[in-house]
């Protein structure tokens, strides 16, 4: 049984729960009398290397990075009204996770920007400012990447984005 690879070493990717990772390695493992190929994928950040059966990484969400046209939509998405349901926070948080684990760029800058507070805006609770931190940084790492500058600068460019919207 051969497993169409659609990565190869050294492929910059992005796993939905995790986000932005490099392909370390393609490894077969013997299991009983079955044979597994796996993507090894390191994500930096977190200290972690993934390993995803190749036959199972497009169920996984396992994709390659956001075109430019994708990146522009999620900026010209931070620009956009945020769009706060009046709706219990617990409810409301887990849609934010939804749609950060989903890995969509677009749907992440929807958390980001629905969670931005400016200077001269209301304090947000503990919570809140999680969220907010855990999609900025998880869209920042994609731009990085896909524009090929360092994170900060990145977060920067999102928050500059942000901050010219409110």
Do not use: C
Not at 2 to 26: E, L, R
Request: charge should be neutral; glycine fraction near 6%.
């Amino acid at each position: 049984m051969s497993d169409s690879q659609d990565f190869v070493t050294g492929d910059h990717v992005v796993y939905p729960a995790h986000g932005v990772g490099q392909i370390i390695g393609i490894e077969t493992h013997s299991i009983g009398d079955m044979s597994v190929t796996l993507y090894a994928i390191q994500f930096e950040k977190e200290r972690m290397t993934l390993k995803v059966p190749v036959a199972k990484a497009k169920a996984s969400g396992l994709r390659r990075l956001s075109s430019k046209d994708r990146i522009k939509a999620a900026m010209e998405t931070l620009l956009g009204p945020s769009k706060i349901k009046r709706i219990m926070w617990s409810r409301r948080a887990q849609e934010y996770e939804a749609k950060i684990n989903s890995g969509d760029p677009v749907s992440i800058a929807e958390v980001v920007r629905d969670l931005y507070r400016g200077e001269d805006q209301s304090d947000q609770s503990y919570s809140e400012r999680q969220i907010y931190h855990a999609a900025l940084e998880r869209l920042a790492r994609e731009l990085a990447v896909v524009e090929k500058i360092d994170e900060r600068k990145a977060t920067e460019k999102l928050e500059a984005v942000l901050s010219k919207a409110a």
